[in-house]
């Protein structure tokens, strides 16, 4: 995947159904992987640049692990998904299993992951979660998979900060760029709320490296945070109702491409 400075990429969300072992899980690896590839062609057929996986139906998630049910099922949507569209993919594994995310990355042949818990530490859904930087890149290299790019989450959503209450988030952007993150990402305080515009360009600012939205964009705001961001993440605006737990909604997803295209001119 080519750098996504000043890219103005916008990368579709595909939430894989509920995966082996965890509460929602209906049995069927099959339909998994099938209604993972369906999603990805309509992103494909609608112009969508990137794509990324995310097992978000896994609740309740588990602290910075999963087993090796998860891994692999997650390595086989994640080779499908690439195999069929050859679009630049990243993964992310509920709640920051970031190592088993880059496992799967380097054996799918994914292009990145999107990391939670790099630098310092905050308190989320699940419990405390601290940082991995240090550890994380060391396993990159171990398992030679330099090629995969780490995105980052700052000030993440469904968290608390207060530990950290008295650390910027420009801060703790430059902390993840100093700890060598790929890219930063800024988000809402939870899944489909908008990220704060000031909060945005100050980290813009602090920092030399990719800077993403990761919640709430919409069709309304695209411009407002492609004029700042270097890409966005978009999941829960392309579903039906805007609701990430519903189906990917076609007409969606190709007006906002539409409209992407003629903001980048």
Same mark, same amino acid.
């Given at each position: 995947m080519n750098t996504l400075k000043n890219s103005k990429a916008i990368i579709g969300m595909i939430h894989v159904a509920p995966l082996p072992g965890t509460p929602r899980f209906s049995g069927s690896i099959s339909d998994i992987v099938a209604k993972a590839k369906s999603e990805a062609a309509i992103y494909q057929q609608s112009g969508i640049?990137?794509? =990324?996986?995310? *097992?978000?139906?896994?609740?309740?998630?588990?602290?910075?692990?999963?087993?090796?049910?998860?891994?692999?099922?997650m390595t086989i949507v994640g080779y499908e998904v690439k195999q069929a569209t050859g679009l630049p993919c990243g993964i992310q594994i509920l =709640?920051?299993? *970031?190592?088993e995310a880059l496992a799967v990355a380097q054996t799918a042949g994914l292009d990145f992951i999107r990391a939670e818990g790099f630098v310092f530490a905050h308190v989320a859904d699940e419990g405390f979660i601290d940082g991995q930087a240090g550890k994380l890149l060391r396993y990159r290299r171990q398992i030679g998979a330099d090629a995969v790019q780490v995105v980052t989450d700052i000030k993440k959503k469904h968290s608390s900060h207060a530990i950290t209450a008295d650390v910027d988030i420009a801060e703790v952007a430059r902390a993840a760029e100093f700890f060598l993150s790929d890219g930063v990402i800024v988000t809402g305080v939870s899944t489909g709320t908008e990220a704060s515009l000031d909060e945005l360009e100050r980290v813009a600012a602090a920092v030399k490296i990719p800077?993403?939205?990761?919640s709430g964009i919409t069709l309304d705001?695209?411009?407002?945070?492609?004029?700042?961001?270097?890409?966005?993440?978009?999941?829960?605006?392309?579903?039906?109702?805007?609701?990430?737990?519903?189906?990917?909604n076609f007409e969606r997803v190709k007006a906002f491409m539409t409209k992407v295209r003629g903001i980048r001119g």
């Open positions: 640049d990137i794509l =990324a996986i995310e *097992n978000m139906h896994d609740v309740p998630y588990l602290n910075q692990q999963v087993g090796p049910e998860i891994v692999a099922a =709640a920051g299993a *970031n190592r800077v993403l939205v990761g705001n695209v411009e407002a945070y492609l004029a700042i961001a270097d890409a966005l993440i978009v999941g829960s605006y392309f579903k039906q109702n805007g609701h990430w737990t519903q189906d990917l």
